[in-house]
């Protein structure tokens, strides 16, 4: 008997994940917002351990694309010998440097962003891109994709570059969630994010 319970609670702990999730929209009670916080919800009242970053708050630059990452601490962009040898570091000292832990740990990540024109919003496409010193996060397993916007038929550019995030990082696309203006905070959409979590 007590063998069969130590089973329970091992298997039981095994399957619960670290999840990040990144939320992109300055409107702390907006759409997007809320989406994340329904989505935190359903996970952790399934036992997941859940870290909610609102990316649009932190000072996260894009990248420069000078390779300092990628060749040893040097800063000469057209003079690479020997192939890139860098040590994954950025040298852009900003809010990304406390987030480049919490994606090093994370098991599954979810982007949650309001589409203003037709893609990711810049607050999430900023960290997202950060992350090319490393090339992908370390632990992730999966990843999912909250939308919201006020026109319909605005998702296609968003869902087709997280698909490809998806396959370059070689994760589990575990699928998306969109809310046009009148599905926002509704009852529907609430039990689709609930939905796209439990599949953790």
Same mark, same amino acid.
């Given at each position: 008997?007590?063998?069969? +319970?130590?089973?329970?609670?091992?298997? @039981?702990?095994?399957t619960?994940m670290n999840i990040?999730i990144l939320?992109?929209?300055?409107?702390?009670?907006g759409?997007?917002?809320?989406m994340?916080?329904?989505?935190?919800n359903a996970?952790?009242a399934a036992?997941?351990?859940?870290t909610?970053v @609102?990316?649009?708050?932190?000072?996260?630059?894009? $990248?420069?694309? $000078? !390779?300092y990452?990628?060749?040893?601490?040097?800063h000469? %962009?057209?003079?690479i010998e020997g192939? *890139?040898?860098?040590?994954?570091s950025c040298?852009q000292k900003?809010?990304?440097q406390?987030l *480049?832990?919490?994606?090093?740990?994370a098991? %599954?990540? %979810?982007?949650?962003a309001p589409?203003? *024109?037709?893609?990711?919003c810049?607050?999430?496409?900023?960290?997202?891109?950060?992350?090319?010193?490393?090339?992908?996060?370390a632990? +992730?397993?999966?990843m999912?994709?909250?939308?919201?916007?006020y026109?319909?038929?605005? *998702?296609?550019g968003?869902i087709?570059?997280?698909?490809?995030i998806?396959?370059?990082?070689?994760?589990?696309n575990m699928g998306?969630?969109?809310?046009k203006?009148d !599905?926002?905070?509704?009852?529907?959409?609430?039990?689709?994010?609930i939905a796209?979590a439990?599949k953790?």
């Amino acid at each position: 008997m007590l063998r069969n +319970v130590a089973f329970i609670l091992k298997t @039981n702990l095994s399957t619960i994940m670290n999840i990040l999730i990144l939320q992109g929209s300055p409107r702390a009670k907006g759409n997007t917002a809320w989406m994340a916080e329904e989505f935190k919800n359903a996970a952790e009242a399934a036992g997941h351990q859940v870290t909610l970053v @609102n990316v649009s708050r932190k000072k996260i630059a894009g $990248c420069l694309a $000078c !390779e300092y990452c990628h060749k040893g601490g040097t800063h000469d %962009v057209d003079n690479i010998e020997g192939g *890139y040898q860098g040590n994954g570091s950025c040298i852009q000292k900003d809010d990304m440097q406390k987030l *480049y832990p919490l994606m090093n740990e994370a098991e %599954v990540l %979810v982007l949650a962003a309001p589409i203003y *024109y037709f893609t990711l919003c810049a607050q999430i496409q900023a960290p997202i891109q950060r992350m090319y010193c490393v090339n992908a996060p370390a632990k +992730v397993k999966k990843m999912a994709l909250l939308m919201s916007s006020y026109s319909p038929g605005v *998702y296609d550019g968003a869902i087709a570059e997280f698909r490809d995030i998806c396959n370059y990082w070689k994760v589990e696309n575990m699928g998306y969630v969109s809310a046009k203006i009148d !599905e926002q905070k509704s009852e529907d959409t609430r039990q689709k994010v609930i939905a796209l979590a439990n599949k953790l």
